[in-house]
């Protein structure tokens, strides 16, 4: 009794139909998005403002897993993460470029899918698409995003201007993420080991499924500053993990660090996948990434104005150059802060 | 007796490690370029200009054949192709941002000859690298390139401006490039063909192939265009072939066009391997594609101005709505223009 889905080959369409087909519901919304898809380049006016660019590469098999990954989800997602980076710099994302790469394999429905996640994250986040490039592929499916921003002179924050004594504080909770993807893993190695076709166990994970697939950018965090007269010493989007990224900014500001266990926000959700999986919650948070939180430090004088954020947990501070990056479990003992985190040249 | 070159995985260096090494040689030259790589996001200030931006998806085994491009030279041609899509909307380049997916069959040193290249091109065109991401590839190489560039207000030049009665103008020669693919692609087909291994004939074909694997972008018109107080109506830059690439600018400026062959340019070297290959050195020129030289329109009034810049043509002139697209032979004879470009789709 059900539908048939219809199903067109790209090959019908050709790149300029394709383009014209997957580009045609977008709005433009910003002033500064003079020009969009269509011509060489896209054209935007950022008179008075600096302006910053970020770009990512997302590729099928090392990046997103098709088997679980819905194309909707998958295009919100290519965008998100790419508008998390401007948010990092303290800036405010105004328009994205997107390219894809599909094999033959993918119809102008799976296509539409996709745009239609990148449409959504577009409306969400007030961003505009102006430009990309569709094109071929001999395997798989391959995205890239390019993220471009406004930022206000004198307020960007970059990794290498953490200072001593700053309080180090992170957004929301770490390692959702995570369990996220291993609880999606271990569902698709029990289906394929199946004869039978068991059916996913995900029920009551729903919270750590959407971080994995459907992450959010910390655009309230951004505002938040702004409301309170925050301007952090230091940021970063928790892309590679807490440790990961609490590395690049002491190593680029040459200072040390010094974190709590007990301070290290984790969803009850998260906790219970990691114990039911025999990973230890505390790990997945340190060492998870994809978390799409923002890791920034600030002044201890700022105590009060960042108690006053909500969704803020202040996990520790800035140690001088020399002292380590600490990591002080519930026991108390030390451990040496580690670059774990996901390494896509691995 | 020859010294055994070096090797170096990827893996060695991981991501962080590799970004760093590859990038380390390049110098920020322009004002405009607050904060390069290393951080988020670049930081760029174009305060009191426009900006365009643009991206392009390189993709093994569609867009390059590594089998007879040498890694330094696919570096050049990534930048320079994206350069010239802004310089086709009257503006100047000024950062690109590089993102490159590789598998894990790729050494550094195969990495920094690409990277050679891409230093190579911004050394050329006087553009910094500012950012763009490393990551690793289930099979091959993806490179996507985005380039940021200034334009005056006022003086953006876009696909849709063409008016009734401009010339139509190119700049350069056009189906070298066409002609230096047919050419390696003849040759790796001997060569695989062969049990003895055939050496390569390309002796005097040096200029078409340059056009193929080392392609140039027209900063010289742009800057013609500057001195000489020119401002196109409408612009592209032949990337998929003068007949398509005509017909973009025709059918959004719902306006017709008239060209004729004997003003066509075509190099000597291109026409006689043409002919070698048995193809019409006018149907190379027409659909080859890959020229990435500037196809423009303005009013007959400036044809005194253009006869005064080098290495342009004009080719015929733009007709009204419902005209058609005219392609008149040496014969005298009428064709129906049509778009046989190369379409990344098919």
Known sequence: MSE??????????????LIDRLTRDFILRNKSSLKGVGDDAALLDYRGKEMVVTT????EGIHFNLVYTPLKHLGYKAVTVNLSDVYAMNATPRQVLVSV??????????????????RLACETYGVDLVGGDTTSSVTGLTLSVVAVGEAEKGKTVYRNTARLNDLICVSGNLGASYMGLQLLERERRLFEESSS?????????????????KPEARRDIIESFRELGIVPHAMIDI???LSSD????CRQSSQGCRIFQDRIPIDQETARAAREMNIEPFIAALNGGEDYELLFTLPLGMHDRVKAMKDVSMIGHITGAGTGYKFVTDQGAEMELQAQGWNALD
Chains 1, 2 share one sequence.
């Open 101 to 118: 790469a599909v094999s033959g394999k993918f119809s102008l429905e799976a296509m539409e899918e996709l745009y239609g996640g990148i």
């Open 56 to 59: 990512d590469l997302l590729v």
């Open 4 to 17: 048939k889905k219809k199903v067109t080959p790209l090959s019908e369409l050709g790149e300029f139909g």
């Open 246 to 249: 609490l590395l690049h900014i």
């Open 197 to 213: 076709g068991v059916q996913p166990d995900i029920a009551g994970h729903e919270y750590i499924l959407s971080r994995q697939l």
């Open 239 to 241: 892309s590679d993990g």
